[in-house]
């Protein structure tokens, strides 16, 4: 045996096991392609057949039963031991599209008609598309997992040392297999162009983003800007531009605040634009923070409800407008002052043409205080709680939900009910801790949640920027598609995973449950 076929079937091993490890060692399978785990099941057991029939070598027989047995062993991780975590919506690639072809090229290009060899020759030219449901299911979900992309870059790597094996061969013992060489060169494309497309992600943009705070003289603004020009929110490579907007009769303390940015001396920071105009403020902006204008408690002359909302129908149509004709079309807007979806769903309408997915609504304040409500009660890190989701609107309406969410600590993961163990605290006294914290906190501190809002405000962007770690979720209120039976084009408060700055609306396990206990609240 020469060495580049013994270093391709070591990368080659060392691929197929790193899934069933992965799987079992983070206890999710989010991401992986069951599809293309059933087709390369299919490929080495059509290959290797032979291993019952035909003894080559003891390494021979041991790397064909390992392969098998780890292939199989994927499945079963995937089917059984961690289904929940299977993404099924986004693994809708049809199998029989690939064997089918598969089959019927096989039989007209096999070398002999055996049963034995023309099952290696589908096993072949099964192999070199194996991978594309997985390559087609990581373009439709935010699963980002590094893993996958370093799977890809060994499978490849264990074919391009294949092709130094069969140069070798060739020029030792003139052997050669075109159609096998073939197959390698398609397989090895198809890998390598996934891996450059998908998962290479993509770098920052060169020189620095624009960024817009509206009433920026206010005390959730002061929270918020450090954070951004510090990086905490686009990254400590990205250089900003601050633009901060806010009433005329603010300009003073706006001005002091960019005094204050200065005297930060941070590096990321390329300039600090203090405006009252519109145009100014929006002008090629990459990200908007929406910090909204008016609120029920601080603006005590408005005395209704609809009042309120009429002023704030006009504030976000002119945000809106203002969005539509100055900012960057892929601009980010995230939408804070209250009522968060309405006026998020107000400036998409007078935004046509940026994208309704550009615009969202902030609950993740609400996602921070359920994490925190269950780490405290289980006295554990806020960390060590995934996958909370709040629904709804930014309200006393919404609904805090943990029925999907775990708990990791150090007897492993586990869901919330198991660690809790108290299914009327989190059915009752937890939902109303969440619904009514803000009032509580308004009713202790005198004032509205500032602190606690901007670092939810960072925590969104960040991720809508960044993307979702894998296997975890966000909550974001967004544009509805109609599922869960919310009315399209609504904002709604839901679980997204978020990749290459895209969100996509998560379909949890469980649903029933979850939609029970919202109309039961």
């Known amino acids: 045996m020469n060495p580049f076929r013994f270093c391709g079937d070591m990368i080659h091993l060392f691929a197929i096991l790193m899934l069933p490890v992965t799987i079992w060692r983070t206890k999710s399978c989010a991401g992986i392609s069951a599809k293309s785990q059933i087709l390369f099941a299919i490929v080495y057991t059509t290959r290797y057949l032979d291993v019952f029939t035909y003894f080559i070598s003891l390494y021979n027989s041991v790397c064909k039963v390992v392969f098998l047995s780890l292939s199989y062993g994927t499945l079963y991780l995937m089917f059984y031991t961690f289904k929940t975590t299977y993404d099924y919506k986004y693994d809708r690639f049809r199998i029989l599209y690939l064997t089918a072809p598969a089959l019927l090229l096989s039989f007209f290009i096999t070398h002999l008609y055996t049963v034995l060899e023309f099952l290696w020759m589908f096993s072949v030219i099964l192999e070199s598309v194996a991978i594309v449901p997985q390559l087609l ?9 590094s893993f996958i992309s370093h799977y890809l870059f060994a499978l490849g790597s264990y074919k391009a040392l294949y092709f130094l094996n069969w140069i070798y061969r060739y020029l030792d013992s003139s052997f050669y297999d075109p159609i096998l060489i073939a197959a390698g060169v398609v397989e090895t494309i198809i890998i390598f162009y996934g891996f450059f497309s998908i998962y290479i992600e993509p770098k920052a943009k060169s020189g620095p983003i624009r960024v817009v705070v509206t009433d920026a ?18 990254g400590t490579k990205q250089e900003v531009i601050l633009h901060l907007i806010d009433e005329p009769s603010t300009m003073e303390v706006l001005e002091g605040l960019c005094m204050e940015i200065d005297d930060l001396a ?23 923070f929406l910090l909204g204008v008016m609120t029920i408690i601080e603006i005590k002359e408005i005395k209704e409800r609809k009042d309120f909302l009429s002023s704030n129908v006009k504030t976000f149509k002119l945000l809106g407008e203002a969005l539509n004709k100055f900012a960057n079309k892929d601009v980010k807007v995230l939408v804070v002052g209250n009522l968060a979806n309405t006026n998020a769903l ?14 969202t609504a902030m609950t993740r304040l609400d996602q921070n205080r359920a994490k925190s409500a269950i780490a405290i009660y289980l006295g554990l890190c806020v960390s060590d709680i995934k996958n909370v989701t709040i629904w709804g609107n930014q309200s006393s309406t919404q609904f805090p939900d ?16 198991d660690a809790v163990k108290d299914t009327q605290w989190l059915e009752d006294d937890f939902i109303k801790i969440i619904q009514t914290r803000e009032s509580a906190v308004i009713q202790t501190r005198k004032k509205l949640s500032a602190m606690s809002a901007a670092k939810a405000a960072v925590d969104h962007m960040h991720d809508w920027w960044f993307g979702t770690a894998a296997g975890a979720w966000v909550s974001m209120g967004v544009i509805s598609d109609g599922s869960y039976g919310v009315p399209k084009d609504l904002i709604y408060s839901m679980p997204v995973t978020i990749y290459k700055k895209q969100w996509k609306i998560v379909q949890v396990k469980h649903f029933i449950e979850m939609y029970y206990f919202i109309f039961r609240v």
């Open 266 to 288: 941070l590096p990321l920071v390329k300039g600090c634009v203090k405006t009252s105009n519109l145009e100014v403020a929006f002008k090629n902006v990459d990200a908007a």
């Open 217 to 234: 003289a206010g005390q959730l603004a002061y929270s918020l800007i450090f954070k951004i020009a510090n990086g905490d929110v686009f």
């Open 137 to 145: 299911m990581m373009s439709r979900t935010s699963n980002n997992k």
């Open 402 to 417: 943990v029925i999907n969410a775990s708990v990791q600590s150090c007897d492993g993961s586990k869901s919330v009910y």
């Open 346 to 359: 107000i400036c998409s309408l007078n935004a046509p043409s940026i994208p309704k997915e550009n615009f």
